[in-house]
């Protein structure tokens, strides 16, 4: 494949508003180096954190200019020197790009390249990448969750809480489910959830432990701990876990509510995965996949030249329901 092939892809040569989103049509196909995989994009998941580095907010900033983009869906075109675990015409997610994907063509390293089972298309392969692996690690390895303990979805409707969701349910715990939206807590009951409430009605959390019998809740995944950290402290049972997948700025809370049930608050960041702990996720994923039990939702679909809009919803929209994501 020559060098000086062309595509369409997202430039971001400023930080700011989802207008820096620019779509541009001239961008050379990068080409894939030792233990990399160049993929034919057919769709890439949108995610909350592309938001925040692309308003400059969050501590990583990528140099200037670059594209978006983590979970690609689509076919290998070609692969690099060193690549065993894929070849070429192989239908492929990705949990990280080197490239950029939100793009035609993306390049992502071998390590971060997994089979797509055929049960599945290119958009729900878009929808496992981020949430999925974040499920697992937020469960697995951070909070131990042992079947028959508890888990409280914080946000259970979007990607990282589907999955999160499904997950649960496959290792045995009780799972309780919150969204923003009528629509949203039926989505969480239809993918593992046993009970759903209202993040939005006054008295949830009241609901949430009468629910529990006032146990407690063994360990709770939060998407927004910025307006949920301190109901969660309360909420939790003796020795129950907090794992912060998502936050969007500071929040007060009372230590002694995490020193009256020796609780812990722990923080959940993907990228710092060890290669084995990769592995061991993308095992068990696959695994879930052949069963039936990973069934990701595509949410609200936007072409290539439309990402602008897909980030103003992703932060705007009232209640989520599944993945967003962009298809070329």
Sequence with gaps: MSGSKLMRAITVSEFGAPSVLKLCSGVTVPQPGHRQVLIR???????????????????????????PGSD?????????????????????????????????????????????????????????GIPYFTAYRALVHKAHAKAGETVLIHG?????????????????????GTAGTPEGMKL???????????????????????????RGVDVIVEMLSNVNLSKDLQMLA???????VGSRGPIEINPRDSMAKESSIIGVLLTVASPEEKKESAALLYAGMEAGWLRPVAGVQYPLEKAAQAHQDIIDCPGAAGKMVLTM
């Design 188 to 214: 969480a009951l239809k993918n593992g959830a046993h009970l759903t409430f209202n993040h939005r009605e006054e008295g949830y959390t009241d609901k949430i432990m009468e629910a529990t019998e006032g």
């Design 72 to 128: 690609v869906a689509g076919v290998v075109e070609t692969v690099g020197e060193g690549v065993t675990a894929v070849k070429v015409g192989d239908r492929v997610f990705t949990t990280s790009t080197v490239s950029g994907g939100y793009a035609e063509y993306a390049v992502a390293t071998d390590d971060c390249v997994y089979k797509l089972h055929s049960a599945l298309d290119f958009t729900h392969g878009a929808a496992i």
């Design 41 to 67: 994009v057919h769709a890439c998941g949108v995610n909350p954190v592309e938001t925040y580095i692309r308003a400059g907010t969050y501590p990583r900033k990528p140099t200037l200019p670059y594209t």
């Design 156 to 176: 259970a409707s979007g990607g990282v809480g589907i999955a999160a969701c499904q997950l649960s349910r496959a290792l045995g715990l009780r799972v309780l």
């Design 238 to 244: 003796y020795e129950g876990r907090v794992l912060i």
